[in-house]
């Protein structure tokens, strides 16, 4: 006997699912009305326009480099020197402003302040022993 009360409480689950599913779908479907009366106009494709005149933001690479441990403190004491005059500056924005200031500068003095550069060997540093 128990297998027969478990098939019929299967084919009650089943005829009963069914109308638990159309009870559902009458109450939902106004309610689909009411968001879709609610949306807003779509405007014409003009917009496309609008969104190329806008500046587009420039990609971004990272990079490493090496740089001798001395030129790090003066980036540090750069760093401070923006903090103490009221607008902080990261790391990465110094340097930036470094490379504006080149780029704004007139041959002969780009010339001169790359010559004063000392070369450093490239690569990751060899780690201390000490």
Same mark, same amino acid.
């Given at each position: 006997?128990?297998?027969? #009360?478990? $098939?019929? !409480? #299967? $084919?009650? %689950?089943? $005829?009963? %699912? ?6 559902k779908k009458? &109450?939902?479907?106004? !309610? ?11 405007? %014409? ?9 806008? &500046? ?7 990079? *490493?480099? +090496? ?5 790090? &403190? ?5 760093? @401070?020197? /923006?903090?103490? @005059? =009221?607008?902080? !500056?990261?790391? *990465?924005?110094?340097? #930036? %402003? =470094?490379?504006?200031? @080149?780029?704004?500068?007139?041959? /002969? /003095?780009?010339?001169a302040t790359? +010559? =004063?550069?000392?070369?450093?060997? $490239? =690569? ?7």
């Open positions: 006997m128990a297998p027969a #009360r478990k $098939t019929a !409480a #299967r $084919t009650a %689950a089943k $005829t009963a %699912a069914p109308a638990r599913k159309a009870a009458p &109450a939902a479907a106004p !309610a689909a009305k009411k968001m879709q009366a609610a949306e807003p106009v779509k405007p %014409a494709k003009a917009d496309k326009g609008d969104k190329a005149d806008k &500046a587009r933001k420039p990609k971004l690479v990272r990079d *490493s480099f +090496t740089i001798p441990k001395n030129e790090v &403190a003066v980036l540090d004491d750069l760093k @401070l020197r /923006a903090a103490k @005059l =009221g607008r902080p !500056a990261k790391k *990465s924005e110094v340097l #930036r %402003a =470094g490379i504006m200031a @080149l780029a704004g500068m007139g041959d /002969a /003095a780009f010339l790359v +010559t =004063g550069v000392p070369a450093v060997k $490239t =690569g990751r540093p060899a780690k201390d022993a000490g």
